[in-house]
């Protein structure tokens, strides 16, 4: 990415565990200070959008691979 980010300081914590049923848990924690008041909300509510569409689709290409 290029230009001004409204984030600084991004941290984010990653951890794969494996399940009993072959697959993976993911654990996915990140913290930020925002650059411009109120945008904190919406970036929470992207980044989770994010990660739970990703969970969706591997979970369908699992299924799909089966």
């Not at 991004?10 to 925002?34: E, P, Q």
């Not at 411009?36 to 369908?60: C, D, I, W």
């Amino acid at each position: 990415m290029s230009g001004p980010m409204p984030v600084k300081g991004y941290r984010a914590d990653v951890c794969l565990t494996s399940t009993t049923d072959g697959g993976t848990h993911i654990s996915w924690k990140g913290s930020w200070t925002t650059r411009v008041p109120g945008v904190s909300g919406f970036l929470t509510k992207m980044v989770r959008g994010f990660a739970t569409g990703a969970a969706r689709e591997a979970e369908r290409l699992q299924k799909e691979s089966n």
